[in-house]
């Protein structure tokens, strides 16, 4: 039977945002997200945050992404407070690490960038792990986008439990129907996640799955590279956990890290 522990969460919140943090800087400092600009708003600690009206105000300027339109508008914006999210003085929706993003060494981005919504993106993150091998081994794709390699995770769709997101999303990505072996999922985090991609107002939220593959499947896998979904995907391959480097996209390294103790 397919094991699913929706409320399964242990990690330190704190520390995560912390070393995700970490990473977004270094990654940052290697290039910039394509499309994006290359100007980043920052606030110095003698300036101090501004604020208006008593709402953090990041104006815009040629830091801002410039997606129309710029601002969610009225109704758009009064949804997002009812949700519970601090807005800016443009009604604007602000990251929960914003305060953190805007030293000068990270900065921020304004607008809602390459992202379907303002605020939380949702998305799936499989980390499919095999037992196999001498060493625990975790299944990758290699990015079109900025050549890392990463999760096959992706965003969530309307209705869809995060848990069948990120078998979907491991199938649209590797080429591997996991559905079909009843793999054991283990929610290892739910939550923001450091990407080079997020906005001060705009975001993904990620829930994390350990996906714990059966040996017999995992030795029919094989261990060699191999082809993946070529839009989004240049190949796929297993590592072995030992030899992962922290240059995984985002906080796709901290996740790994959280999944393998439940191996």
């Known amino acids: 039977m397919n094991e699913k522990y929706p409320n399964y969460n242990t990690v330190d919140s704190e520390l995560f945002k912390v070393q995700s943090l970490d990473l977004l ?5 290697v290039a910039n997200y394509p499309g994006y600009p290359t100007r980043r708003l920052t606030f110095d600690s003698q300036r101090g945050v501004e604020t208006l ?3 953090l105000h990041l104006p815009i300027g040629e830091w801002d992404t410039r997606v129309f339109p ?3 508008g009225d109704t758009a914006s009064a949804i997002l407070y009812d949700q519970g999210l601090t807005l800016d003085t443009y009604g604007r929706p602000l990251h929960p690490w914003i305060n953190e993003m805007l030293v000068p060494n990270i900065g921020v981005v304004t607008g809602r960038g390459f992202y379907r919504h303002w605020g939380p993106n949702y998305t799936a993150d499989p980390i499919i792990l095999r037992t196999d091998t001498e060493e625990p081994m975790v299944l990758l794709i290699q990015r079109n986008d900025t050549g890392q390699w990463a ?6 769709e309307a209705n869809e439990h995060t848990s069948d997101a990120a078998l979907r999303e491991a199938y ?3 080429c591997i129907n996991l559905q079909d072996y009843n793999p054991i999922l283990k929610e290892v985090y ?8 997020i906005t001060a107002h705009a975001w993904p939220e990620t829930t994390a799955y350990a996906v714990l593959l059966d040996p017999n499947l995992s ?3 094989g261990t060699e590279p191999f082809g993946g979904n070529q839009e989004e995907v240049q190949m796929a391959a297993w590592f072995k956990v030992p030899d992962i480097n922290e240059a995984l996209f985002g906080s796709h390294r901290l996740l790994v890290n959280l999944a393998i103790k439940h191996v």
């Not at 800087?25 to 400092?29: A, I, P």
């Not at 999760?151 to 969530?156: E, N, Q, R």
């Open 172 to 174: 649209e990505e590797t």
């Open 53 to 55: 009206v008593g709402r």
């Open 219 to 221: 030795r029919a896998l």
């Open 25 to 29: 800087e270094s990654q940052l400092n």
């Open 151 to 156: 999760l096959p995770g992706g965003f969530v």
């Open 190 to 197: 739910s939550g923001p996640i450091a990407d080079v991609r």
């Open 70 to 72: 710029n601002t969610p």
